[in-house]
């Protein structure tokens, strides 16, 4: 499920309602119209040291609040390789899936995925009364990280493409040659105003592209295609991040992936 | 509610930086550093009972078990002032996803210590009594196995009690929600003044040393 943000910093009213007009063409199933993110930034605290008269490096904490990934918060750092996601929600048996949309795409139904197992709680190891990640940052490690910025992205849509048989003449990965390849798969764009502390920033765009046969396209591979959708929707110009957190790991760190982008995307 | 076993295994650990505030008259400095417990499910499969010697794996050993869905714990000193029952503000977050073990190092931590909870939580009201006893690393038979075993590592590393008299320690206590709920908070102390009186005799309860439940690492005073 290779992902990738675009933020467009000089967008204009109309960049955002033509972007939206093109992409109505394509009869999107539109999601969710309102979806938010927090996205927080901490720096490290320079009066921590570990010999008083050596400063430490500069390295920076990235929290990100995702509202479709509901009571989870995703963190890294600039000098991670991997992620880790806590939660405030407890699974519990009331969690099954039990509805879904009526195409058979389960995108809206919440996943007991990444809740906290109620054995964590019983066998005495949380007390089962959790605050959320940042809130502890913010409240008790203040002498390790300090908060300086925090971007929120809201009034957001969700649009869902089928993308059914559709032909990209895209450069091959290795030789560069251009190359074409048959794609069929569901495309996920969420877009969403960005406001730094209530001055406009930028319109963001999260790419997600799910290929129906299942196939985990190599890292390289992954962002050719990435870039040719995004080429085809006409997506406009922008500040595009595509990296992933660790480029040499095999296993998907979707979550990860994400939390990297938008610290790339999210630098003013 | 039926009673529950305690099963948790701890790791406590410190920040390995030091903080030395800018000392500037007139301002007061109140941020300090924490100490944090990360705490997972002993879980069974990772127990193994051949009493009385008791075996369990180890982070140390097995990198891995950073994967496990753990629980990071902060917790401030306990409130001052004449009290009847001690109340100590706790924080909590749970990572359901992701080493915790890499993730320590970069959020400014190092591994202390591990240990290894045993017990038995009983419900009375909204009390929980707990009855649990501490494991450490036996490291004195741990040597003497990886001699035996040319210096394999055993995958679950052998336990001995803290207390070696086999003792339990009894803790009754009230997890409120919010510490700004003041209502909860006199509730809670009243129900515990009333169990105390009623297990008199039994087990004399009594409030801990607030010093020794406080979780601060000492700041370092800036020399000018």
Same mark, same amino acid.
């Given at each position: 499920?290779p992902?990738a943000i675009?933020?467009?910093?000089n967008?204009s009213?109309?960049t %955002? ?5 093109q992409?109505?063409?394509?009869l999107p ?5 309102? *979806?938010q993110?927090?996205?927080?930034i901490?720096?490290?605290n320079?009066?921590?040291?570990v010999?008083?008269s ?6 920076f904490?990235y929290?990100?609040?995702l ?7 995703i963190?890294?750092t ?5 992620? =880790?996601?806590?939660?405030?929600a407890?699974s519990?048996s009331?969690?099954i899936k ?6 058979g ?6 996943k007991?995925d990444?809740?906290?197992p109620?054995?964590? %709680?019983m ?8 605050n959320p *990640?940042?809130?502890?940052l913010?409240?008790?490690l203040?002498?390790? *990280?300090?908060?300086r910025q925090v ?9 869902k493409l ?7 003449? =895209?450069p ?15 495309? %996920? ?8 502390h209530g001055?406009?920033k930028g319109?963001?765009i999260?790419?997600?592209?799910t290929p129906?046969?299942g196939q985990i396209?190599?890292?390289?591979m992954?962002k ?9 929707y006409?997506f406009?110009l ?11 790991e095999n296993v998907e ?5 994400l939390?990297?982008?938008y610290a790339q995307a999210?630098?003013? | ?6 099963r948790v295994h701890t ?7 030091k ?5 500037e008259?007139g301002k ?5 550093m924490c100490?944090i417990?990360?705490q997972?499910?002993?879980?069974l ?6 009493t009385?010697?008791?075996r369990?794996r180890?982070v ?6 950073g994967?496990d869905?753990w ?5 401030d000193?306990?409130l ?7 109340s100590?503000?706790i ?18 931590y190092?591994m202390e ?8 939580r009983f419900?009375h ?8 006893r ?7 038979t741990?040597q003497?196995?990886?001699g035996?075993?040319e ?9 001995q ?8 320690l009894?803790?009754?206590y ?9 209502d909860?908070?006199s509730?809670a102390?009243?129900?515990?003044l ?7 005799g039994l087990?004399?309860l009594a409030?801990?040393?607030?010093m020794?439940?406080d979780?601060?690492?000492a700041?370092?005073q800036?020399k000018?």
């Amino acid at each position: 499920m290779p992902s990738a943000i675009v933020l467009v910093q000089n967008a204009s009213p109309s960049t %955002i309602t033509g972007f939206h007009d093109q992409l109505s063409n394509e009869l999107p199933k539109i999601l969710n119209s309102n *979806w938010q993110f927090e996205f927080k930034i901490f720096k490290n605290n320079p009066f921590s040291r570990v010999d008083p008269s050596v400063p430490t490096p500069t390295t920076f904490l990235y929290t990100l609040y995702l509202s479709y990934f509901p009571q989870k918060i995703i963190s890294i750092t600039n000098n991670s390789t991997s992620s =880790i996601i806590t939660s405030v929600a407890v699974s519990s048996s009331n969690d099954i899936k039990t509805e879904y949309d009526s195409d058979g795409d389960d995108d809206e139904v919440r996943k007991p995925d990444f809740d906290v197992p109620a054995s964590h %709680i019983m066998s005495n190891a949380s007390t089962g009364l959790s605050n959320p *990640w940042d809130s502890v940052l913010t409240s008790k490690l203040q002498s390790l *990280w300090t908060l300086r910025q925090v971007i929120k992205g809201d009034n957001g849509n969700v649009y869902k493409l089928h993308v059914n048989q559709l032909a990209l003449t =895209i450069p091959d990965a290795v030789s560069g040659e251009p190359t074409t390849v048959t794609l069929s798969g569901a495309l %996920i764009i969420k877009t969403a105003n960005c406001f730094l502390h209530g001055s406009f920033k930028g319109f963001l765009i999260e790419v997600e592209f799910t290929p129906s046969d299942g196939q985990i396209v190599e890292s390289v591979m992954r962002k050719v295609v990435l870039r040719g959708l995004m080429e085809h929707y006409k997506f406009p110009l922008g500040k595009l991040c595509l990296e992933r957190l660790n480029e040499y790991e095999n296993v998907e760190d979707k979550y990860g992936d994400l939390c990297h982008q938008y610290a790339q995307a999210l630098q003013f | 509610m039926a009673p529950l076993p305690v099963r948790v295994h701890t790791l406590l650990a410190m920040p390995y930086l030091k903080y030395y505030p800018k000392v500037e008259p007139g301002k007061v400095n109140q941020i300090e550093m924490c100490k944090i417990r990360v705490q997972r499910e002993w879980t069974l499969a990772d127990w193994e009972d051949h009493t009385p010697q008791i075996r369990a794996r180890s982070v140390v050993h097995n990198e891995r078990l950073g994967n496990d869905v753990w629980t990071i714990q902060l917790s401030d000193i306990p409130l001052a002032g004449k009290r009847s029952t001690t109340s100590q503000a706790i924080y909590e977050s749970t990572i359901t996803s992701g080493n915790v073990l890499p993730y320590l190092t970069v959020l400014g931590y190092k591994m202390e210590t591990e240990f290894w909870v045993q017990g038995h939580r009983f419900f009375h009201n909204r009390i929980i009594i707990e009855l649990t006893r501490i494991f450490v690393a036996n490291t004195e038979t741990f040597q003497r196995e990886m001699g035996e075993r040319e210096n394999k590592t055993p995958e679950k590393i052998p336990l001995q009690l803290l207390d070696r008299s086999g003792q339990f320690l009894v803790r009754a206590y009230v997890n409120v929600a919010k510490m700004t709920d003041v209502d909860a908070l006199s509730r809670a102390n009243t129900e515990l003044l009333l169990l105390q009186a009623e297990l008199a005799g039994l087990f004399d309860l009594a409030m801990p040393d607030r010093m020794c439940m406080d979780g601060r690492v000492a700041t370092v005073q800036e020399k000018p």
